[in-house]
């Protein structure tokens, strides 16, 4: 199988999978990006959301510890980070997007997490993630977060829920300052 998203069928099965149940442009419309708006995708890996958000405005940086999609993605001109998004903790974005990892990142350094993400988003936060319920897809159920769960961490932050859109195996929420 020719995967040009990553390394191994594994990976390339899972992009498959992950194409189908999931829209990028949809996902994205909801964000309601504005050219000019500043947008961070932390744990963006392949760029599967990263690519479309770039449709949207340029100013488009990506922080991932893996840097396998990073010569793709800055080829495009996609700025990219190679880091510890635990750690990350510089410059200020419009919105801040968060996609499928935000389960990862409460489960291995939820203090860090909710002190770095205020410092980071201007205004906005979106989070992608899996329903708990779900069982066919993404990480095993005890991984997961809830979208209740979600919307307490963001408002202990000092955030909002503006709005949210329920998908079939994933929740989306935007939260706002």
């Not at 390394?7 to 189908?20: E, F, I, L």
């Not at 635990?86 to 996609?99: A, F, H, M, N």
């Not at 209740?148 to 949210?164: P, S």
Request: proline fraction near 3%; hydrophobic fraction near 35%.
């Amino acid at each position: 199988m020719n995967d040009s998203h990553g390394s191994g069928w594994h990976h390339g099965m899972h992009h498959m999978r992950r194409a189908n149940l999931l829209d990028p442009k949809e996902i994205i419309d909801f964000l309601e990006i504005k050219e000019g708006d500043k947008v961070i995708d932390l744990g963006g890996g392949d760029g599967f959301f990263t690519k479309e958000i770039f449709e949207r405005t340029r100013d488009v940086t990506i922080i991932d510890a893996y840097d396998g999609n990073f010569n793709e993605l800055q080829s495009m001109g996609i700025k990219t980070i190679k880091g510890d998004i635990c750690k990350y903790d510089s410059d200020q974005y419009d919105l801040v997007y968060i996609s499928n990892v935000y389960h990862d990142l409460i489960h291995s350094c939820k203090d860090s997490i909710l002190k770095n993400i205020p410092k980071i988003a201007k205004k906005r936060v979106a989070i992608l993630d899996f329903k708990p319920e779900v069982t066919s897809f993404g990480p095993p159920s005890w991984l997961k977060i809830s979208k209740q769960d979600v919307i307490r961490d963001f408002e202990f932050m000092g955030f909002h829920l503006t709005k949210e859109k329920n998908l079939k195996t994933h929740y989306l929420l935007m939260f706002e300052k």
